[in-house]
């Protein structure tokens, strides 16, 4: 346990509905990353905070992706009217302040659009 | 896209071999690290190696990086059944994105 926990862990949906995903970082982490995997594949970059604040965005992020940190806690990662192509793995790390070291990352939230 | 790209892509080995990894990537980087992912769980940090280091030990794990070259290897040495697992590579650059490489499977056989 890395102290990194996402929820849920597993999401089934039909295409076209919304889903919400949930990252509780590490306490003390003022980093917080999303990341997408597909099968095979390596985690692609989706978005980081720094604190409440989102520094940086992947091309990956379409319009219908969002990610929030309102308290610089806990991070929401939204997506609308999901595709099939949605289907993946999505993973949340966090790093803590002034390091350029490991990220933890939690057991993810595997996604599956029918 | 994906800044690095592991070699070979799967490894099956003895138990008891080393095994070895390569990361090749394209940009400048402050550090290296590499993460393990066993299936369906959540990457694990192994190791970090910085840019001005060229290799670094950790218990059964030896890291090399050659920046003029580009590229990192990974040795696992005397290999057990539950290292069985996805290495992945992790290139950090100057402005701290995290960017991760395809990975190289390894299945260690009993």
């Known amino acids: 346990d890395t102290g990194v926990s996402q929820d849920p862990r597993h999401k089934i949906t039909k295409r076209g509905q919304n889903v919400t995903f949930r990252c509780d970082p590490i306490?003390?982490?003022?980093?917080l990353y999303w990341y997408r995997q597909t099968l095979g594949q390596g985690p692609e970059f989706l978005t980081y905070f720094q604190n409440e604040a989102q520094l940086e965005k992947s091309r990956l992020l379409s319009d219908r992706f969002s990610a929030e940190r309102p308290k610089g806690s806990f991070s929401t990662l939204e997506i609308q009217r999901t595709e099939q192509g949605d289907s993946a793995m999505y993973l949340c790390?966090?790093?803590?302040?002034?390091?350029?070291?490991?990220?933890?990352f939690g057991e993810g939230s595997r996604l599956t659009v029918l | 896209s994906q800044q690095g790209e592991e070699d070979p892509q799967a490894l099956s080995i003895q138990e008891g071999e080393n095994a070895t990894m390569n990361c090749s990537y394209k940009?400048?980087?402050?550090?290296l690290q590499w993460y393990r992912q066993n299936s369906g769980r959540g990457l694990v940090h192994l190791i970090l190696?910085?840019?001005?280091?060229r290799e670094k030990h950790s218990g059964r794990l030896r890291v090399t990086l050659d920046t003029s070259k580009k590229s990192s290897s990974l040795l696992i040495t005397a290999s057990r059944a539950a290292d069985t697992a996805s290495y992945f590579c992790a290139t950090v650059n100057p402005t701290s994105e995290l960017s991760f490489g395809a990975g190289t499977t390894v299945t260690v056989r009993a």
């Open positions: 940009t400048s980087i402050n550090n």
């Open positions: 190696i910085r840019s001005n280091e």
């Open positions: 790390a966090s790093l803590g302040q002034g390091k350029t070291g490991e990220l933890f």
């Open positions: 306490s003390e982490h003022n980093r």
